[in-house]
């Protein structure tokens, strides 16, 4: 008798562009047709230098799905003239979303400018204040990611989940929720309370895993199972919160650009199968 | 008119003694005499090297006060009998604080030693429950040092002052209570609520500083004021919650090490007085 294989189910699968960064739109789409992953998560620098239409144009046509548009965000700056471009380059990104057939933009709230964080979060509510409005008249919903504090001077002050929630339920849950990534949530004493507590705003879920050692907390992820995060746990936490959306695969680490895209793909879901 | 100078009252200073590493407690002793620090935080790596007693008499001798013992903790290990060896060991860092004069035994509450966090920190609990009859037989308390979330594989599966303190507050304040060290608790968007639910349990305070960029979590710490931490912040919110001990000075960074000890010392005391 053979033993039950896992399950091969990839309906929910997304390739997170950033996995593949050394492939174009056009490259990454087709390699998604080959792998039979169905949706793809989009970087705006990558649709940028494809050009957004042309970028929107090869998804349609494969078929392929967009999960989600990385990123907007970024809102601190040191002057309201700063402020106000990010903003409109926020709308863009907006706009940008909606053009490709998604209606997530995830959210990187942005480091502080200085020693203030208190200033630098209330900069981010304010973004994402000025933000909702234009948003939802694109019909595209906001999703706050929290992320790793060792990324805190980095990427972002909004660093734990249950922060993110404070800041997205000032909102409809139909305009501002949450992007959960297992890799900037997963220490978190209080990440299953936190994710029943995201019933109903959980916009997006990304995987990949904690390497140990941790040389590099940036460009340092690991393919899921190569380290120590309960993966399979947190999804199920997020299922039973309720969401039933694509989930990504978004690897940061120059180790996996640089095999051959493929080899990538193949390893995406073989390694899925198995830990997410 | 001279303007005022910054208050160089340096009654709370505390040289913690891996911030001058390559010295011996010896060195770390008449270094301290030296340069009129009047506290010494002390490491048991370093205490064994020059035995325990003579530690104890040449603190002693000098007239210095021990701020706090590092460390106790490491409780999670895969088999029973190991935890029973670190039990054991936790037992002889209590009677080497009471031997050292100090009452403060700073917990690094360990790692976890597989993807299950709720187990690893289980292991802390019971880790400590069983610490604590012992460590009140000899007047010492336990100071639970919340770890920084990059840390996390490294060091300690406790995380957030929050954490710390559902667990201290499971004994007696006089048992158990917390070790803040800015450079772990900085980052959290609950912390000055936190430290003020920490009153009465604030056992010792550590200063240093976040480096931007943060190159090594571990062995990266900066001098205060070469960082983004809110140090004098953090320590006016750690007074208002009652703690007038000690101000352990703690840097753990090659940079630092290889300077002259003097040198390191008096560049202590002129960051203390103006960002402590």
Known sequence: MKAAAPSADLSRLSLNHITTRRWSVREAVEGCLRANIPWIGLWRDKVAETGLK???????????EVSSLLRGGMFPAVTKAERMVRLDDNKRAVDEAATLG?????????????????????????????????????????????????LMTERSVIVTLSQALDLAEQFEPDRVGVALDVYHVWWDPELYPQIARAAGRILSLHVNDWLVPTADSLLGRGMMGDGVIEIRRIRQAVDAAGYTGPIEVEILNPEVWNLPGDEILALVKERYTVHV
Chains 1, 2 share one sequence.
């Open 54 to 64: 042309e970028s929107a144009r090869l998804v349609r046509e494969a078929g392929l």
């Open 102 to 150: 998604t209606d997530v933009l995830v959210l990187v709230c942005g480091p502080a400018t200085d020693r203030d964080l208190e200033a630098a979060r209330g900069m981010v509510e304010n973004g994402v204040e000025q933000l909702v409005p234009y948003a939802a008249g694109a019909g595209v919903k906001l999703g706050i990611e929290p992320f790793h504090p060792a």
